[in-house]
């Protein structure tokens, strides 16, 4: 029998199972709460508006270019959509700059694949996005933490000299983050520009949030600002990655890459290589969706999702013993749970499960160097306000109890 583990590339030691796809399986399980997943509800998918695309796309002769092969570049009215409403949040650029992905998850592998060398530095938050670090892991990388202010350009070159490459790339969430829920400010993000200016490595600025804000004054893409630093998207280093998943439907796997034109340039010819070209008769279905029920979609489910979010912070406030601490989120899916020192957020999911009938996110899948014991993901997107009042008791009621025994 052959020995797989001696023919597999380096790379796959890198590749590690997804925690919270492995969590998704217990929303399955009726009887469990979940806050794990971090996904959208499925009750507000505009499913009439898919059902008349569709029907569309083969009623008025579009099956055909429908179902071929297409341009790697993405489907151009699509793009041309999204021109415009990339201009709403202050990014001018062209379609030309403009790159479709079958979700941003591909656009994070592929940005991986066209960045880094084996024991090249990225540049991550920790905690940070855990679709992210798997992405990159593949490509042999070294991590960093990203910080705003706190170090110096050379302080980050050494290090990464140290573990035998260059710094590559600084990724982040910019809004609404995935696990913590926090945005970081127009004054950290200028701050990253200049120090990215200073190392002359690109931002990669994860933008899959970015339409989720229920409350608070609205900041500009980390894009928006390089490009009003340096004139044109053409002279920018950001790289910004969107996605309709959130928004509008994640299972047709549609998102997209916004930058200048050299980088757009390498991501189509990956992708010629890889898949061709994400599903055309998606990208003609969201088209139609976007164009007619975009707005009314997105205030749709930021009704929905910020009442959830109100629910699960009054019930923290109410049920969460004394030395448990959590983000405050103004939009997005998540709520960042720091515990008291001493307890451990993967044990006390396995006793949540079993006593509780509740699951979460334990918070050390999302650092890079596996630090965070103490902390916990909490996703209410997909809970209504009378689970979410009952999990975080419970919840509330198995961290106090675990904090007796610890003492």
């Given at each position: ?16 199972a997804s925690e919270i796809r492995e969590l998704l399986k217990l929303l399955d399980r009726p009887e469990i709460i979940s806050f794990a997943g971090g996904i959208p509800d499925p009750a507000l998918f505009p499913t009439s508006a898919f059902e008349a695309a569709y029907a ?352």
């Amino acid at each position: 029998m052959l020995n797989w583990d001696h023919v597999f590339a380096t790379r796959a030691s890198r590749m590690r199972a997804s925690e919270i796809r492995e969590l998704l399986k217990l929303l399955d399980r009726p009887e469990i709460i979940s806050f794990a997943g971090g996904i959208p509800d499925p009750a507000l998918f505009p499913t009439s508006a898919f059902e008349a695309a569709y029907a569309d796309i083969f009623a008025n002769g579009q099956a055909a270019s429908a179902l071929q092969y297409s341009v790697s570049e993405g489907y151009l009215p699509l793009r041309q959509w999204l021109q415009k409403e990339l201009d709403r949040l202050g990014i001018a650029c062209g379609v030309d700059n403009i790159f479709i992905t079958s979700g941003s998850q591909q656009a994070l592998d592929y940005l991986g694949k066209l960045l880094l060398s084996p024991r090249d530095t990225a540049l991550v938050n920790w905690p940070t996005y855990l679709g992210a670090l798997q992405a990159f892991n593949a490509y042999e990388p070294t991590y960093d933490q990203l910080s705003f202010g706190n170090r110096t350009p050379d302080s980050y070159r050494a290090a990464a000299d140290n573990a035998g490459g260059r710094v590559k790339f600084a990724y982040l969430s910019s809004d609404f983050s995935n696990p913590t829920g926090q945005t970081v400010t127009q004054e950290e993000r200028l701050a990253l520009l200049t120090l990215a200016d200073e190392l002359d490595v690109p931002v990669i600025e994860d933008a899959a949030y970015q339409h989720l804000r229920y409350d608070g004054e609205a900041i500009r893409p980390i894009l928006s600002l390089d490009i009003e630093r340096h004139g044109s998207i053409e002279e920018t280093r950001t790289i910004y990655c969107g996605s309709f998943s959130k928004t509008l439907a994640p299972g047709l796997r549609v998102g997209y890459v916004v930058a200048a034109t050299p980088v757009i340039r390498k991501l189509v010819l990956m992708k010629q290589a890889a898949d061709l070209h994400s599903s055309s008769i998606n990208q003609i279905a969201i088209t139609h969706v976007a164009e007619r029920h975009f707005d009314q979609q997105v205030a749709k489910i930021k009704a929905a999702y910020s009442a959830r979010r109100d629910a699960m912070l009054a019930a923290l406030a109410a049920h969460m013993p004394a030395g448990t601490s959590w983000t405050e989120p103004q939009g997005g899916m998540f709520i960042w749970v720091t515990l008291p020192e001493g307890l451990d957020g993967t044990e006390l999911l396995a006793r949540s499960v079993e006593t509780e009938k509740v699951a979460f996110v334990p918070g050390q899948a999302f650092f890079a160097d596996r630090s965070g014991t103490n902390t916990l993901r909490l996703s209410f997107s997909c809970a209504n306000e009378a689970m979410i009042a009952e999990g975080i008791k419970r919840l509330g009621r198995l961290i106090a109890a675990s904090l007796r025994v610890a003492a």
